[in-house]
């Protein structure tokens, strides 16, 4: 166990609330004044309303004192990225667009976390704007820093979702992955990140991207703790036509019942040109830790991967210029105060309130919808799509689960990829799993010599979270990386 409260799990925070040596606003008190230490450095925070804190805490120590029966959430203090809905604090999306908006009302996750979970919510978490990135560059209030390192970036888009935990401000945190944006930075930062099933977990309050592909999901410090996340935000919602009724499972106890050996199909298209040598021998030593362990490991192919990158870029800005069309001036957010009638307000509005890269996934979504080329590019990304979901439904044919690296690269420098196609490239392993809309979790699997966190991606077949989550498990028993924590 750390000494310092803030770099604990709930496993072991929840512990010390249950037997009264330590309350709720203890620890939150513990949070705050660690955020007030480290966030002018790491910029993990867009928003943070203390008092609103402290009185959650509050309430939590009050429930507990009444002696009523808590859930291992119940005080302990998380943070949501700002693409998430809590009623009465500020929305912002990262983008200029938004810097005003004041959210009337609540997710279902935040009602799940904060209303039947006690859990107590600790600020509004930097992302690139409206979650277009994978670097926490595009945001409107300033890139995040990694904690493992100030000059490099912590991933994204929910960059401040993974920093925040990584640079103990909050102990856990909710972000969101249209194609690895939970995975990617959890790798980046040294945590785990969970994308869920597409469905497992409701959308309602999430501030849509994609809709087809967005999916909420936790970050921690371990696998218990993201099970715990992922078994208190599951399950169906009459407000998310999308969500399904599957039963939601004790994440916990499933990870404790499941001890393998299991299948582990190893993606050969997964291992081609663009994978830093460093994260390539980390996940390799994987590899050979669960042969070492009786688990059978076969080399399999998904061989549309190829086409993984257009296929998304196509869907997900496709979908984004139609759910960013909201933002128009009038019916939310900025508005200019140069527009002179109706077109101005329209065009000047979304001028000044829209950042570069959302503009030109704007046009280009635009573009890809426009009549005449609907069926070229369109139409034809989502029978492409179809064809990336059998690929991994042959797969688990043979294998229980993938295993892959999560990100081709370990945090790169501030500034250093100035080309968004460059940008776009981080996401080839991550952005099948949302293409399929199936779950994948990033689990730390070491670090490059230089001290830089590298994850390892296990992807499983539709609802087998808590598979996947055994497999994680098994592997981080091993290893001491959860107790490890950037020096800032
Ligand atoms: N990097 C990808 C993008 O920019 C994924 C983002 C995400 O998952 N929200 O769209």
Request: charged share 20%; aromatic share 8%; net charge negative.
């Amino acid at each position: 166990m750390s000494a310092e409260l803030y770099f604990q799990t709930i496993t072991e925070l929840s512990a010390q609330l249950a037997t009264g040596t330590l309350s709720s606003v203890e620890l939150t008190r513990a949070i705050i004044a660690r955020t007030e230490e480290v966030d002018n450095r790491v910029k993990a925070f867009n928003s943070r309303d203390e008092a609103d804190a402290l009185a959650q805490a509050a309430d939590s120590d009050t429930r507990r004192a009444a002696g009523l029966a808590l859930g291992p959430l119940d005080g302990i203090p998380i943070g949501f990225k700002d693409m998430i809905a809590v009623a009465n604090q500020p929305l912002t999306a990262s983008s200029k667009i938004l810097a005003n908006f004041i959210s009337p009302y609540d997710a279902t996750v935040t009602r799940k976390l904060k209303g039947d979970a006690g859990a107590v919510l600790w600020g509004r978490l930097n992302c690139d704007e409206f979650a277009m990135g994978s670097s926490n560059e595009n945001s409107a209030f300033g890139p995040c820093a990694n904690p493992w390192d100030l000059t490099r970036v912590p991933g994204g888009s929910s960059g401040g979702s993974a920093a925040a935990v990584a640079a103990g401000e909050v102990i856990a945190s909710l972000g969101s992955d249209t194609g690895g944006s939970i995975r990617q930075p959890a790798a980046l930062c040294g945590l785990v990140g969970v994308k869920p099933t597409y469905g497992l977990v409701s959308r309602y309050g999430l501030v849509a991207y994609s809709s087809l592909l967005d999916q909420i999901g936790p970050f921690a410090r371990t696998v218990d703790d993201a099970a715990l996340l992922l078994g208190a935000i599951a399950g169906h919602d009459p407000l998310d036509s999308t969500s399904f009724s599957a039963p939601v499972l004790n994440y916990s106890a499933e990870l404790a019942a499941r001890k393998g050996p299991w299948k582990l199909g190893i993606p050969k298209e997964y291992f081609g040109e663009g994978l830093d040598p460093e994260v390539g021998a980390a996940i390799e030593a994987a590899i050979k830790f669960y042969t070492d362990r009786s688990c059978k490991i076969k080399e399999v192919s998904l061989p549309h991967t190829q086409y993984c990158l257009d296929t998304y870029y196509i869907i997900a800005t496709a979908e984004a210029s139609s759910n960013l069309a909201r933002f128009d001036g009038i019916r939310y957010g900025h508005r200019s105060k140069e527009a002179t009638n109706a077109i101005d307000i329209y065009t000047k509005s979304r001028a000044e309130g829209f950042g570069e890269e959302v503009k030109r996934r704007i046009i280009f979504g635009s573009y890809v919808l426009s009549s005449g080329y609907y069926d070229t590019y369109y139409l034809r990304a989502q029978k492409v799509r179809t064809l990336i979901r059998h690929d991994f439904l042959n797969a688990y044919e043979e294998v229980d689960a993938l295993l892959t690296p999560t990100s081709p690269v370990p945090a790169f420098k501030i500034g250093e990829k100035s080309d968004p196609l460059a940008m776009y490239l981080l996401d080839v392993y991550t952005i099948g799993v949302n293409l399929a809309g199936l779950p994948g979790v990033s689990v730390p699997c070491g670090s490059t010599q230089t001290g830089l966190p590298i994850g390892l991606q296990l992807i499983g077949q539709s609802f087998q979270e808590a598979n996947l989550l055994a497999i994680a498990k098994f592997y981080e028993q091993a290893h001491a990386w959860t107790t490890k924590h950037p020096i800032l």
